[in-house]
């Protein structure tokens, strides 16, 4: 099945190896010493300068489709059509006489919203990435195969510093008119993902679709749940439950009839990784999943706790290689929202459940924090309001989310829970990270409508509902007040973030 791109006016390619296996690809990847097999059999690669994602390279062509649409500002740059094409003529030059590699294939499960996206990639390894992430065509369809949108990464070209329009040589760039995503500079294949989950983000809200920024799972008894938060609060770690069918760790849909995942794979961390406590997720990681800045030792073992290259060592794997998953990619509306928040301060309460007002706020506050690596620059938790949860990739305005939302979270009458996966008993360098084990036990009571039959009350700072016991937790921890060495400085803190939350919200109160 040949393929020309010179709609894209990519001419003059060396060789173009179109939707090659993942076992073609791991040999590529080798014999172009992209990367090392590791003793798992998975290939490691190392993306060089750019670990994680550069947010502030992302750039969104403003145009006709895009001008008054976009939420233009702190985390979507606009760009100058003109500018695009002058860069977009550089890449393709560079390109020129290359071996590419090119995955054909979909985002969004539910067939009336998936979108046929070409991934067109100077590196094995990133084809790979995408044939491991994206939903898989079967052979049929890749005849006649129409891409609606494209992506070409060409991490070894670099922009000139102090080009026109751009920050560095990295750059990531969104055009709606052509349908193109433009990735240089950059071998962070998280590049590749998020910019398409944006894409998916400015299209389905047009068509009434909620998109999120959410992992989500399906019970023994059929009820869906999903977990919102940002990088690193525990979408993959915790959706991903023996116990439980994934429907996908990362980015989903909600319409009418359910919630769809957008992709057809994983991308988890690996810093710290053990087996004991992420067994699927350890196992996971095998022929056809590709490790990236993870620290391979002599005997080309990984090693999951070497932090050399960044705290943000991944793991992206088709998401089959996890064993109890929901093969449609679909499931119910859900029954359970879990908004995961990564508290630095220490003073949030590992789980308050929130009324539909409630929720709504907290969804638009989005507090949490950056933890070390997934952004550039960032290298201890740090306190965020992250609108939806994942401003960075929500292109619109946060309240046509938050809409949607509302009406979803009132229609289907779904119990809302915050969760606190930070730090709890005093904040960031004092206290500690709450028990992963505790947190699982927490999210499992909060889905199996265990928590229905607890008491709650109001704490006096935040006005959080927190219940006054949860199976398999220690019930003092359940109010982080108890466990401040001294209550008056958690008062003190939590004072402070309750301020700081007020504060941010008022800027969507006018
Ligand atoms: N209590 C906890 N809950 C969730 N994750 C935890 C907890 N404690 C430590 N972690 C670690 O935090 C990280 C969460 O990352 P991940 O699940 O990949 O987040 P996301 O998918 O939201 O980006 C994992 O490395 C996990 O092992
Ligand atoms: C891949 C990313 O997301 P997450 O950590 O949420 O999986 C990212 O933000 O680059
Ligand atoms: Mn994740």
Request: aromatic share 10%; proline share 4%.
């Amino acid at each position: 099945m040949d393929i020309n791109l010179d709609y894209l006016d990519i001419k003059d390619v060396k060789h173009l190896h179109r939707n090659i296996s993942a076992a073609n690809l791991t040999e590529f990847v080798i014999k172009r010493e992209e990367g090392k097999l590791s003793s798992t059999g998975s290939v490691v690669i190392n993306t060089g300068k750019y670990t994680g994602r550069s947010a502030k390279d992302r750039f969104i062509v403003r145009d006709d489709i895009t001008g008054d649409k976009v939420n233009w500002g702190s985390t979507n740059f606009p760009i100058d059509q003109d500018v695009f094409d002058e860069l977009y003529g550089e890449v393709v030059e560079y390109l020129k006489e290359k071996d590419l590699f090119v995955f054909d294939g979909f985002v969004g499960a539910l067939k009336e919203y998936t979108l046929p996206i070409r991934v067109v990639c100077e590196c094995a390894y990133q084809a790979l990435f995408a044939n491991q992430m994206f939903i898989r065509p079967e052979k049929e369809e890749l005849e006649g195969f129409m891409p609606q949108f494209n992506v070409i990464s060409a991490p070894g070209f670099k922009a000139k510093v102090g080009q026109r329009g751009i920050n560095s040589e990295c750059f990531i760039l969104i055009n709606f008119s052509k349908k193109i995503v433009l990735i240089g500079g950059t071998g962070y294949s998280g590049e590749i993902k998020k910019s398409i989950f944006s894409v998916m983000n400015f299209l389905l809200p047009q068509k009434g679709v909620m998109p999120m920024h959410c992992s989500a799972n399906i019970g023994k008894d059929g009820k869906t749940a999903i977990f919102f938060g940002l990088s690193g609060t525990g979408k993959t770690t915790l959706s991903t439950d023996p116990g439980r069918k994934l429907i996908g760790d990362d980015e989903h849909g909600w319409c009418d009839e359910g919630v769809f995942n957008f992709e057809g794979g994983c991308y988890a961390k690996t810093i710290n990784l053990d087996r004991e406590k992420e067994r699927e997720i350890y196992e996971a990681i095998k022929f056809g999943t590709i490790l990236e800045n993870v620290v391979l030792k002599e005997d080309r073992t990984p090693d999951y706790e070497d932090n050399t290259y960044t705290e943000n060592t991944r793991a992206a794997y088709p998401i089959h290689y996890v064993d109890n998953i929901q093969e449609s990619g679909m499931g119910g509306n859900p029954n359970t929202i879990i908004f995961l928040t990564c508290d630095a301060f220490g003073v949030m309460p590992p789980i308050a459940k929130l009324n539909a007002q409630e929720a709504i706020e907290h969804f638009i506050s989005g507090y949490t924090s950056k933890v070390a690596g997934t952004e550039r620059g960032i290298t201890e938790p740090e306190a965020t309001f992250s609108a939806c949860f994942g401003e960075p990739f929500m292109l619109l305005n946060p309240m046509v989310y938050a809409e949607l939302l509302g009406e979803k979270i009132e229609k289907h009458k779904a119990d809302v829970y915050l969760i606190n996966t930070g730090w709890i008993g005093g904040g960031y360098g004092k206290g500690e990270r709450i028990k992963l084990s505790y947190t699982r036990s927490i999210v499992n009571a909060a889905v199996s409508g265990k928590l229905r039959k607890v008491n709650f009350y109001k704490d006096s700072i935040f006005e959080l509902f927190i219940p006054e016991s949860c199976p398999g937790v220690p019930s003092e921890i359940l109010n982080p007040r108890n466990i401040w060495d001294d209550p008056e400085k958690y008062d003190k803190e939590a004072l402070k973030l309750k301020e700081k939350i007020t504060s941010n919200f008022k800027k969507y109160k006018q």
